[in-house]
């Protein structure tokens, strides 16, 4: 078990630019210091995680510990995107916490069945968003042990 928290790469898939400007404030309420890197849908999502077009300096898109997913996204989706991450060998062990506004059981179920590590419902406040925020930071990077840079990714 880990006893300090990890500085790790997050990669946030979500359209809403507001949802975004929210998630990024939450972060610095939360007091976690991770990177944060944003794509607008699901196509660009996969672009830097294969680094693709704008995404092939790993120095400006390090690869991410760990992607919060929304589901409603343009272009492809988020169930699309994370059939596609979880079937692919080079991308599978990178944990995908689905963040999105559904809590349809529906999502729901096919999120965890396609391989979601996680599923959190968007908090409809800021201090609910925050305290979510805290929440994840406590369990990804200061209990759960991550997969190495570069290991099974």
Known sequence: MANERKSVVILVADDDHEDCMLIR???KEGLLMNGLRFVGDGEE??????????????QLSPPPGIILLDLNMPKKDGREVLKEIKSDP?????PVVILTTSSDEGDILRSYNTGANSYIT???T???LVNAVKALGKYWFEIVELLPEGKGR
């Open 90 to 94: 080079e991308l599978r062990g990178i």
């Open 25 to 27: 404030d939450a972060f």
């Open 126 to 128: 800021f201090a609910g």
């Open 122 to 124: 968007k908090p409809v």
């Open 45 to 58: 999502l996969m672009d830097y995680l294969r680094r693709q077009g704008k995404y092939k300096d790993p």
